[in-house]
Structure formats: structure tokens, C-alpha cells
DNA sequence: TCTCAGATGATCGACGCTTTCATAGCGTCA
DNA sequence: TGACGCTATGAAAGCGTCGATCATCTGAGA
């Protein structure tokens, strides 16, 4: 009822114990005669080497750490995916390990804890204060690679970021152009200092001579956004909102809704990350579309860089690109 | 450069290898003033027991092996995040495996891959066809359980489940009680057999001496949904619908609304999950609330059980529950 | 026929930790 | 006071695999 070993497959070949996993690795040529026997032997008994000692003896790991904030989140999870396929595909496996706050002992259990895996490396999803804290306490001699939105906290580790500040300047620019004396922010929460999305937007507004109006800052949680759209109903000035993620927006847009103000009609609303729902929306969210999938993709490359050459690579920057629906619009002529 | 191992530790702190292993383990009782000196040296050195050395020395694995057809969707991440969390509290590690489809050597190669890790236990989400086939192939000396909706495929396996088939005949139920002739179903895509909401949903529908009108079979995309809610327009007599989940019957609603009906004015529908953004569509989505976080503690604690008994517990049933918002009401009268 | 490569197979430690197993120390009781 | 039992500790033996080292066997060239 046990797992084969690597001697029980030797018994059965009838070959030495080193034969056998000369076959499995392909290091040294075995005549073709014993190779034949051996995977034989493999096949009939079910022989899996056994990982924990096979990364014991060769001192490599064989799994990839991902440190994220969060798991069920669109953003996070599309990462992880990205990552999860990269990893497969090389033959690493993926192990999740979740900091949910930033706090400094929380964080120190989460590493210590995956550290005691055989890790190859760590990915961190430094998307959030948790993540930022769990990057400045990666030990250094742990190949680790950063996947951020919007430039990262140490540049000392390679990364592949959203450049989220560029999308948002974009977003605000794109609104101002239509005509709005303003735009509002709906702020998704910061990652110690301010995020790249909220940089951008300011940066658009001082660009355009206005003085960005105060942050209203949120939660994840969409109902926040529904209470920051309810608060933006009562300004009559407020025509036109840049939210800090999709779920925010849709939470903005109902509490707008329910306010008595029409979308696009009075108010222009712009999420960020294009969920899946945002185009069902009535309207149809306009929305920054980011590929998390492929910023996956992407980190774990880095990674894989960082871990066959251990030297840090040049980052990686993507670029969102602004998907225009029905959410945005002209402000109503007064 | 090298992390210290535990013969550092012992050096140190002026005793023996296995001294400093059982004060680690707490397994057999050291003196005071040694494990003073111990834990010291610990600190000290920042010393990290290696996973792959312990778990082949104790034979027991660290970690728990998640295999999931997806990552990304709602039911999915939140059941992950509810195994991480309890998994985290135990002590052990998740590795995600994803199967992307039940093609028998997606499935294998991906058991393999997983199998190669130090692993204590397995915990399959049965939530899809390639759930299902993993299942099936999952050898027998790893203790696993499944987390199902509806009921599992493999009786021998101890699972924890939701129990779809009662929650979509409360549904349907529902729609008849409020006056509707008939219950539409647009259906996430089958796990070989019928899944339990669609089950249900016919079973509502028999008892009320209904003959269940055809399925419509749509993907896991909302999109799918949009185009069921266009077809479903299109018959007159469609004035209630139950969707697989809440991602198809916001692209059902989206549909039928683009396609001039009203909702719940001239169709009603549920859907199935409680997703986030269900309670901020326009109307407000009546739904099946799950706890799949919940779900998650549940099978963690189920294989915890298994790991520990060696025997299969009684599986675990859990019950969803209406939630009833806005999207629902009184067929018009004609 | 003998020697010397070249090609394979087998032997022998690591790797870092846990786990018997044996031993030294100490108190207890006859 | 000596035999006994108990506890804390150390020494040594694996756990399953890989890599380097050693042995052997083949065939070619002289």
C-alpha cells in the first residue's frame, strides 16, 4: 500500500539503483536494452520518484511560491493562473501562500513557513500592502520576482508591472477631452504610499491645470463603492469618476444609480481592469483593460531568468490599453 | 550564503542533532535550560527546518495538493481560498494543480506532477468534468476528498458538498409559487452526468406536473449567457428563468433586457452563487447563496480526518440558501 | 596477442532531518 | 547499599535520490 521506490523498480529491471535514475534523468546514456527495462518497470509498478527526496539530494526545488494578499480577487486570480500556467509548462508546481495583512509577523510566518518547502522561487504579488511588506522581508538568497501594477518598492528585484500610472493619465485625459471640468477618484486601497492609478490621475489633472478634488478612498469591496457613489451624487460638480478597479466602478455606477443620477447622462464613470462583467453592465463599463494572465506569464519568465542566471533582469512593462463603451460620455451642456 | 541547517544549530548551541530536533518537535521532553540555549541558537542563525529533509525523514508530507479545472472563477477561488486558510491554520502548504480538461493524460500528467511533491494529502474540487476524471485517477494510497456540488461521482471518497439539487428545487419552486407556467434552465456546462441544480431543477418542475422545457446548454462565459437570454426572448411564454450561476444569468438578464424585455416585469431569474456583483445589478440578482469559503474549511477538515483515521468520514452536506432580491417577482398578467 | 580508449554498470557517500537504541545520571525501595 | 526504573541525552541508522568515483567489459589499433 505504499509507494513504489526507486530500488523496487531496480529489483524488477533487474539493474542497479543508479541505472535507473540515469534513465529517469538522462544524464549519462544506458544502452537501450536496460532503458526499455527500466521504463517498464516503471510503468507496471507506478514509480514516482519521490520529490521531497529527489530536491533533498540534488539541492533544487521544485515548486514556485506565490505570496499574494489575496486569492479570489479578478486580479490576483488571473495572475496566479498566468503563473500557474507558465509554471506547469517549465515543471514547477505552484504553492499558494496567502499574507493577509501587512503585519510584520504575519508576514515573517507566511515566508518562514514556505521557506521550510523546496522552493526554486518566489513570486510576489505586490498588488497591495501585504505584498510590499513580503517582498522587503524575502530573504536574498531566494530567486524572487515582483509582478506590480504600476512600477514596484524595491528596484533591487526584478519585475514585470502594469504601468497603471500611464492608463490612468490616459483615463483622466480621456475624460477631460470629452469635455469634463473634472474627474473624481474612487481610490482602491494603497499600497503605503499612493498607487500608481491614483499618480496618474493626478498627474493628468495638474497636466490639464486643475487641482485634483479630494481622494475618496474605499475598500475592495464593491459596496464601498456603492457608499463613494452615493457621496458623489451630492456634488453637483461631480461629472465624471475614475474608479480604482472595475468592482469599484459597478459599485459607483449603482450608487450614482440610486442617487437619481444617469450614466453617461451626468455622470462618466471609467473602472480599471475590465472583469468579465464589466461589459455586461448596464451601461457597459469603459474600463482599462489589463492582461493579468499574461503579467503572469511574463513575472514567471523573469523568474525563471532570475534562477538560471542569478543575476536580476531588466523589468518588464506592460501597457493597459483604454476599452471605450457606454459608461462615458459627454457632460450634460449646462 | 547557505541557509544554516540544523547541525549549525546544534554547534551552537552546545548540544546534540537530535536535541535540537525534539525541541522543535516538542515530541519528547528537554530540559529547560537546553531549550533555552536551543531556541537561542535558532534565532540566532534564522535557522528553517528544510521541508524535503523532514518530510523524508518522517515520511509525512507538508503539504496539500488543491486540483482544480479553473482558478478563476468565483466557486473556485473562493472554495481555494476557504482550503488555504484552514490548510494555513494546520500547518500546511497548498499547491494548486490546475486540469485544464478530463482528456486522460491532461489528467495524468497533471496527478503525476503533483504526486512528485512531498504531499500529506489531496483535496479535488468535483465541481467539473475535469474535477470528475481526477477523482477517478487519483491513486489510492493519497488520502483525498472532494469538494462537490450536488453529490459526488465517487461514493468511496468522503466529500463535502453543496447541495445544489434541494437548492434548485427551492428555487424553482419559488419561481412556480409566484405564478410562472413554467421554469427555464440555462445550464453551466455538465460533469459527464447532469449537474444536481439542473436535477433539481426538472425534479421542481415534474412535481409540479410540468414538462420541463428544453435545456439550454450555455459555457461558463457570461457571454453564453447573453446569447441564451436573446434566444429566451424570443419565446413569448419564457417568463422565468434559473441559471447555472450568477456570471450566466447576468449575461441571460443583459440578453433579454437588450432584447426589449423587462426584468422582473416580463421575466424573472435567479441565478446561483451569490457572486459580489450580484447584489448591485440592476435589479438586484435573486440568487442561491454558497458559502464556498465555508465549503473549504469543510473538506480541509474532512481530509484532516481522513489523514488521520485512515478511514472515510461521513461526507459533509451543506445547504445553500435563497437569497431573494429584485430580479424576481409575479408573471404579468394576461 | 596485447594494450588502451570508450562506454556502461555498480559502489559509495552525501543531502538534512527524524527516530530508534543505547547510555549516563539520578532517585527509589528493599 | 546495591539493584532497579525512570528520564534526559547522545550516537548511529536510516528516509529515497543523485552525483562522483570505481570497476568492468567491449572493440580497435599496433
Redesign the interface.
Known amino acids: 500500500?505504499?509507494?513504489p521506490v526507486i530500488a523496487d523498480v531496480a529489483r524488477v529491471a533487474g539493474v542497479s539503483v543508479p541505472t535507473v535514475s540515469r534513465v529517469l534523468n538522462g544524464t549519462v546514456p544506458v544502452s537501450a536494452e536496460r532503458r526499455e527495462r527500466v521504463m517498464a518497470a516503471v510503468k507496471k509498478l507506478?514509480f514516482?520518484?519521490?520529490?521531497?527526496?529527489?530536491?533533498?539530494a540534488s539541492q533544487a526545488g521544485?515548486?514556485i511560491a506565490v505570496f499574494a494578499g489575496?486569492?479570489?480577487r479578478?486580479g490576483y486570480?488571473?495572475t496566479?493562473?498566468g503563473i500557474?500556467?507558465a509554471a506547469?509548462q517549465a515543471?514547477y508546481?505552484?504553492?499558494?501562500?496567502?499574507v493577509e495583512t501587512a503585519d510584520g509577523a504575519t508576514v515573517e510566518r507566511a515566508i518562514?513557513?514556505?521557506?521550510?518547502?523546496?522552493l526554486a522561487g518566489a513570486v510576489v504579488l505586490e498588488f497591495d500592502p501585504p505584498g510590499v511588506a513580503a517582498l522587503a522581508q524575502m530573504p536574498s538568497?531566494l530567486p524572487a520576482v515582483a509582478a506590480a501594477s504600476g512600477g514596484s518598492s524595491d528596484e533591487a528585484i526584478s519585475h514585470a508591472y502594469m504601468d497603471d500610472r500611464h492608463a490612468a493619465i490616459q483615463a483622466t485625459r480621456y475624460l477631460l477631452d470629452l469635455g469634463h471640468r473634472t474627474v473624481h477618484h474612487v481610490a482602491i486601497p494603497s499600497m503605503g504610499v499612493e498607487s500608481a492609478r491614483m499618480v496618474g490621475w493626478r498627474e493628468a489633472l495638474r497636466d490639464a491645470g486643475i487641482e485634483p478634488p479630494p481622494v475618496i478612498h474605499a475598500g475592495w469591496?464593491?459596496?464601498a463603492g456603492?457608499d463613494a457613489g452615493v457621496r458623489l451624487a451630492r456634488d453637483d460638480g461631480a461629472t465624471a469618476v475614475l474608479a480604482g478597479n472595475d468592482?469599484l466602478a459597478?459599485?459607483v455606477m449603482?450608487g450614482l444609480?440610486d442617487s437619481g443620477r444617469s450614466i453617461p447622462g451626468d455622470v462618466s464613470v471609467i473602472g480599471f481592469d475590465d472583469h468579465?462583467?464589466s461589459q455586461?453592465?448596464?451601461p457597459p463599463l469603459t474600463t482599462v483593460r489589463q492582461d493579468f494572465v499574461g503579467l503572469g506569464h511574463q513575472v514567471f519568465g523573469l523568474l525563471v531568468g532570475r534562477m538560471e542566471a542569478g543575476e536580476p533582469r531588466p523589468s518588464v512593462r506592460m501597457v493597459p490599453d483604454l476599452v471605450v463603451r457606454q459608461s462615458t460620455g459627454r457632460p450634460a451642456s449646462r
Request: proline share 9%; net charge neutral; charged share 20%.
Open positions: 500500500m505504499k509507494p507506478g514516482r520518484p519521490n520529490g521531497a527526496a529527489r530536491s533533498l521544485s515548486m489575496n486569492t479570489t479578478y486570480a488571473a496566479i493562473q500557474e500556467e506547469r515543471g508546481m505552484v504553492v499558494i501562500s496567502v518562514d513557513h514556505a521557506l521550510g518547502q523546496p538568497w469591496d464593491p459596496l456603492y468592482e459597478i459599485g449603482k444609480v468579465p462583467l455586461l453592465w448596464v
